[in-house]
């Protein structure tokens, strides 16, 4: 139903009145009228007045194709396209070069972002949604290249003893040049003494807290330096301690880190880390020259934050059949005997399955200095530890070996003061 109209002589009435008194309720008083009757006159004379003197600045009524399809409307706007192909193609360029008003092409499309979508010269929102994936797959591909190198240093340095009872001498998060150095010493000489079948370094044996959570002064900066830390005052003296012994490293968080930047090339690696351009995973890591095998299972082509937690806790090795190494705590859900790292707190969980029976789940400790520069580090716990396996049987039985004033590991005694 039509809007009634209101007599022009009324509508003027109702203006002079409103700029007479002020505001419409005073008006309405001095007239004796109703206010809304008075409010509805006196809006009526805005809307007219708006229509007159507001119209769109691209309006032009001479233009306006009343008669134009939605698809005549199209070809006009491919007929600029094609005209003008290396002219942006904005909203204004169209109001001065078309042979149409807004008003025309508006009606059917709504905003010129649909127009341009609905003739073809902008990709569509389904065309956007696969071009924004395709790109977020592309972004990660060097990463894959990367994935191939790890998965070859899975078991390259394999060694077998040929001894029923194994002996693994377990440690994890010593954290490069961050490593207490009495941890190290206790650590190499019961190597040693031990010669155990294999070393898990499991995880977190680089720190780099460059790249972490911690915000770290890049002017002390010392990335090159942290990185030969761990060849020449951890994996060296280890190999040199024991020679017939399976060294293997369990990828954890700052390892999977490293490597990401590795493959980025970002401008951190190539300000700090100009000495080690071009050096593969076996190079930085110490893989080859220690002959060390790399347990790393992650896609490091991962996307999202969580994405990534997902992907550093798919590494994992199982030895003999018996004992799992697993840098997080939440490795104990697969129901095996084993250890895990990165709390750097020290403890011993017993549980039960009715495979296994009664078994025990070791969150071992770490090698980190407690009075760490970059945080609070006074709740954690060095230790580090053995298992002994009966490759037959599958038992364990687990030693553990904290570190503080002194340690004692078969008997002897290790003193921080005295040497």
């Known amino acids: 139903m039509a809007a009634p109209t209101i007599d022009r002589r009324l509508i003027d009435e109702a203006v002079e009145a409103v700029a007479k008194y002020g505001s419409v309720s005073a008006a309405a008083r001095a007239l004796d009228l109703p206010r809304g009757t008075l409010s509805s006159r006196y809006h009526a004379a805005k809307d007219e007045w708006r229509r007159v003197n507001m119209a769109p600045l691209s309006e032009d009524a001479s233009r306006f194709r009343e008669d134009w399809t939605a698809e005549d409307c199209i070809a006009e706007l491919r007929r600029l396209v094609d005209e003008h192909p290396d002219a942006v193609l904005s909203r204004n360029f169209v109001r001065v070069n078309s042979a149409m008003s807004e008003s025309t092409w508006n009606r059917y499309f709504g905003t010129f972002e649909e127009f341009k979508r609905s003739a073809g010269v902008k990709l569509s929102r389904q065309q956007h949604s696969l071009e924004r994936k395709i790109a977020k797959h592309a972004s990660v591909d060097h990463y894959r290249a990367m994935n191939v190198q790890r998965a070859a240093y899975e078991g390259a340095y394999d060694r077998e003893s040929g001894r029923r009872f194994k002996v693994l001498l377990r440690a994890s998060d010593l954290h490069d040049i961050e490593c207490d150095e009495f941890f190290l010493s206790v650590l190499i000489d019961v190597a040693k003494r031990v010669q155990p079948d294999v070393i898990c370094l499991n995880g977190d044996v680089f720190d780099l807290p460059e790249f972490g959570k911690y915000q770290v002064d890049p002017r002390v900066w010392d990335v090159v330096g942290r990185i030969k830390h761990v060849h020449e005052r951890i994996l060296s003296p280890l190999r040199e ?10 990828e954890g968080n700052h390892e999977f880190r490293l490597l990401r930047h590795l493959a980025d090339a970002t401008p951190a690696m190539r300000a700090i880390l100009a000495d080690l351009h071009g050096m593969t995973v076996g ?15 992650g896609d490091l082509a991962a996307y999202r934050e969580r994405d990534i937690r997902a992907e550093v806790a798919q590494s994992y090795k199982v030895y003999w059949n018996a004992v799992l190494a697993y840098h997080f705590p939440d490795g104990k859900k697969y129901r095996l005997p084993g250890f895990s790292g990165h709390h750097h707190a020290w403890g011993v969980e017993h549980l039960y399955s009715a495979e296994r029976g009664a078994y025990q789940w070791v969150h071992g400790g770490c090698g980190h200095v407690r009075d760490a520069s970059y945080t609070d580090g006074t709740r954690w716990q060095l230790e580090f530890g053995l298992c002994h396996v009966d490759t037959q049987t ?20 290790y003193d921080r003061v005295k040497p």
């Open 241 to 250: 301690a024991c020679p017939a012994a399976q060294i293997d490293l369990v």
């Open 394 to 413: 599958g038992a364990v039985a687990h030693e553990c070996i904290p570190v503080g004033d002194f340690a004692v590991a078969g008997g002897k005694y």
């Open 283 to 297: 190079q930085l890591l110490g893989l080859d020259k220690y002959e060390v095998n790399y347990h790393a299972k």
